[in-house]
């Protein structure tokens, strides 16, 4: 029977006529399927469905989660017309962390006062492009947060490109990332690398035969050299009608496999042969290079008085290096001890170069980014592609690096505690690890009995140490070769496959001193 039912929906009380069957009309049972029907569809496109992405409030629901501000960098920015800028959105999340929101935020760009023609335009990428002179808020919005930077479009122009890095060698095949800055009439600078106007080009050098190296094509991602065949390229960047120099930016295409992390071993030049360098001062208790032997202080400081017997540095103290102490890099025994008094004149007149080519090498090594990644662990750093040690350095005795560069401002300790550090490959056997303290005055690195082992294919030639001064104490089993500013220090039974390269700085200080039964064998 049909009857009126009084019903309260929260706000009012009314009167609803319902059928015999309980249905308040007809075809309403239908209608309340429908309904359930399209709020499935809703919630699945506000969860699992799209991809899990918010259709109100934009992102991800992973990235919205606990979210509760953003910031968008830089805060102040500006570019020429023409000029890109990349912004960065991170969120902070309600547990303390932060993440790059970039690509998962919204995107604006707004005239400063509001009118006119568009000052910029920005990509979803977070690229802004400067259109015409003026001001724009760039806004990030992600979640119902939001947050603005200004960005100054000047009447700037570009005076010159600077392409870096400014040498570079990589095997074929390897990449090298080249950034291009343009230089503008303001003063200030704006990075064009991945600017769509920007014209990358290699040429070999010298010209012709084969392309050394390819470049990746202008816009996102541009700037990439690709190792073809052996050789070198002239790299070069043009933008607002500027081209960086023809000669600028040197790439060397070498062969085998990539060297990893670290970039391409450093090039020690004329130093390559050699198993001790020292700038003023030898000396030695018992023990035997395999390599060649230079002093490099010019005269008269810089002097061997005999290279037949005991060896007498005119700088140093007793006891001396002696020829018979030597083994050339070509198997000569005894081996010439190279100084500004002793050795061919060839040799003799070579030795500013000698200098010149460890400073370089020191200079690289120092120059070259490592990771910001705080390595505090033995558990940290393993399998991480380099990183910064705490100031106060760890004893690496137990660590397990993998190829990279490893940097830290204090003193690097190597016992035998947790047994020897263990430099892995990865079965990639140009795989080149530095490992470096900027610490200036104290040791880089003091070793009491511990030991370097090579895993994975690593090889010693491609280690790299770079120091101030070096300690490595007695019994210890030492790979890869030492460049040091100043002094190196070996105690008793100390044996080095590598080299030990000090003096770097060209300083009073640049002295060697092997105790009882050192040797020292240079790589092949």
């Not at 991809?51 to 991800?60: A, C």
């Not at 009491?448 to 490595?472: E, H």
């Amino acid at each position: 029977m049909n009857r009126f039912e009084s019903v309260t929906d929260g706000t009012a009380s009314h009167s609803t006529w319902l059928p015999n069957d309980g249905n308040q009309v007809a075809g309403y049972k239908p209608l309340r399927w429908l309904m359930a029907l399209l709020m499935v569809a809703f919630v699945a496109g506000c969860g699992n469905g799209g991809g899990g992405r918010d259709p109100i409030l934009g992102g991800s629901a992973s990235v919205l989660q606990g979210l509760v501000s953003i910031k968008v960098t830089p805060a102040t920015a500006s570019i020429p017309v023409s000029g890109t800028q990349q912004y960065t959105a991170t969120g902070t999340y309600n547990d303390g962390s932060s993440k790059d929101v970039t690509a998962s935020s919204t995107w604006t760009a707004v005239n400063v006062p509001l009118g006119g023609a568009a000052v910029a335009t920005i990509l979803p990428s977070g690229v802004a492009t400067g259109k015409v002179i003026g001001q724009s808020t760039i806004t990030a919005t992600l979640g119902g947060k939001s947050n603005s930077a200004t960005l100054t479009v000047s009447s700037a122009t570009v005076v010159s490109i600077m392409v870096t890095p400014a040498t570079a060698s990589i095997p074929v095949t390897g990449t090298q990332q080249y950034t291009a800055l343009a230089i503008l009439s303001d003063g200030l600078s704006n990075d064009v690398t991945a600017n769509p106007l920007t014209t990358w080009t290699a040429v070999n050098v010298p010209p012709g035969g084969a392309a050394v190296a390819t470049l990746s094509p202008s816009g996102l991602g541009a700037g990439v050299a690709t190792g073809q065949v052996i050789g070198q390229s002239a790299i070069t960047a043009a933008f607002g009608g500027k081209t960086s120099p023809a000669l600028g930016a040197i790439l060397t295409v070498i062969a085998g496999t990539t060297p990893g992390p670290a970039g391409a071993a450093p090039n020690l030049g004329t130093a390559a042969p050699f198993g001790i360098i020292a700038w003023n001062a030898i000396t030695i208790a018992n023990g035997h290079i395999y390599g060649d032997v230079a002093l490099t202080q010019p005269a008269p400081a810089g002097t061997i008085a005999s290279v037949t017997g005991a060896g007498t540095n005119d700088s140093g103290a007793a006891p001396f290096l002696a020829s018979s102490d030597v083994t050339t890099s070509n198997g000569v025994t005894p081996g010439v001890i190279t100084a500004a008094d002793n050795g061919t004149p060839a040799n003799i007149a070579a030795l500013p170069k000698l200098h010149s080519d460890l400073n370089a090498a020191y200079l690289d090594l120092m120059g070259r980014a490592a990771p910001l990644t705080a390595l505090t662990s033995i558990a940290l750093a393993a399998g991480a592609p380099g990183g910064t040690f705490p100031a106060a350095a760890p004893d690496l005795s137990g660590y397990v690096l993998s190829p990279g560069i490893f940097t830290t401002s204090g003193t690097y300790g190597l016992s035998n505690t947790k047994g020897p550090l263990v430099l892995d490959a990865g079965g990639n056997a140009d795989a080149v690890f530095i490992i470096r303290s900027t610490a200036v005055g104290p040791s880089g690195l003091t070793s009491t009995s511990g030991s370097v082992v090579l895993k994975g294919g690593a090889q010693s030639k491609n280690v790299f140490w770079l120091v101030d001064n070096l300690t490595i104490g007695s019994g210890t089993f030492f790979q890869g070769t030492v460049v040091a500013g100043h002094a190196i220090t070996l105690g008793t039974f100390a044996n080095v496959e590598g080299r030990m390269l000090a003096g770097a700085l060209g300083l009073v200080s640049g002295a060697i001193t092997l105790a009882s039964t050192s040797t020292i064998t240079v790589p092949k």
